[in-house]
């Protein structure tokens, strides 16, 4: 919009007049994205084979072993160890197909086609780990969620119902909690411990007493350098993929990298001239899935910040 006139002067500007030309910026302009960590909190053990063939992958189970009280003489009872294996299938698949016609491409002065390319490939794995924190809600072990987590029952992780309300005097007792409902599911041998929060939660860790740099035995408080890193050995990301409600309830994911398990099986990106007509087209193809294979290994929250 140009300036305004006053009544009997010509306008020049908006690009009427050819006087005062109508120009166009030489960049595309900012997006925003949201950070994606499937990479960070998933594994890819067992799945080697299926990256080059197959839809389905079989994974022995250790067996439970029963061990008996001996009396000298006594008959020995045999027990044949028998587990249930996992099974991995992949099916899930996502695609994008952009067209660039010819002339547009030629004669536009922004590069077109790289351009979509970028945000269709950053769109595509927005959409798998929206589709990936949805899908996993309600799939921790029960005593790993719920009003009564915890061996003891003793932790109330909040239900969609009853979501737990957060502070900055809970919020730091809320990760604490991770260390200690893994342990007693024997689920804290070896590896990283990992929790998701939504960025209003790390604002109540701010606010918390780690802001105290003597308390944490860092160099500088977390308010001046920025980075929350590790608690209690979980190391806290933060993401704006979660579900929930707005305004009512929002799920937080906690735990070891053995949880879950993710598989990107094929993930094609191609070029190739239309047939029916002068343009280009830019597709990719990924083929992908995950699963919950440790349900102890893995911890839900459902919070809020009322």
Avoid: C
Avoid at 89 to 105: C, G, H, M, Q, T
Avoid at 109 to 117: G, I, M, Q, R
Avoid at 138 to 143: E, H, I, T, W
Avoid at 275 to 291: G, I, P, S
């Amino acid at each position: 919009m140009s300036v305004g006139v006053s009544g009997g002067y010509p306008q020049y500007g908006g690009g009427t007049s050819g006087l005062i030309p109508e120009l166009f910026a030489d960049e595309f302009n900012v997006e925003y994205w949201a950070t994606t960590l499937m990479p960070q909190i998933t594994t890819g053990r067992f799945y080697e084979g299926l990256l080059e063939q197959g839809d389905k992958v079989t994974i022995a189970t250790e067996p439970t072993i029963t061990v008996s009280d001996y009396s000298k003489g006594q008959e020995l009872d045999i027990e044949v160890p028998y587990s249930t294996p996992i099974t991995m299938a992949v099916d899930r698949a996502k695609y994008f197909n952009i067209s660039v016609d010819s002339i547009d491409e030629k004669q536009s002065h922004l590069e077109l086609s790289s351009k979509y390319v970028d945000v269709g490939t950053r769109q595509l794995a927005q959409d798998i780990e929206t589709q990936f924190f949805l899908d996993i809600a309600g799939d921790a072990a029960s005593q790993n969620r719920g009003a009564t987590a915890g061996k003891e029952g003793s932790f109330d992780n909040g239900t969609t119902g009853t979501p737990e309300v957060v502070t900055a005097d809970n919020a730091i007792e809320i990760i604490l909690r991770v260390r200690t409902i893994l342990a007693e599911q024997n689920a804290l041998a070896g590896g990283k411990v990992w929790m998701v929060v939504p960025p209003w939660f790390r604002h109540f860790l701010m606010q918390s007493e780690l802001w105290h740099a003597d308390k944490t035995n860092d160099a500088k408080s977390i308010i001046r350098s920025g980075r929350v890193g590790e608690i209690d050995g979980v190391t806290i990301y933060e993401s704006n993929l979660l579900p929930g409600t707005t305004g009512t309830y929002t799920y937080m994911f906690a735990g070891n990298m053995d949880a879950v398990s993710y598989i990107s099986q094929l993930n094609k990106a191609e070029t190739i001239r239309s047939e029916k007509t002068f343009a280009t087209l830019f597709r990719a193809l990924q083929v992908y899935d995950w699963k919950v294979r440790k349900s102890e290994g893995l911890v839900e929250f459902v919070v809020n910040d009322a």
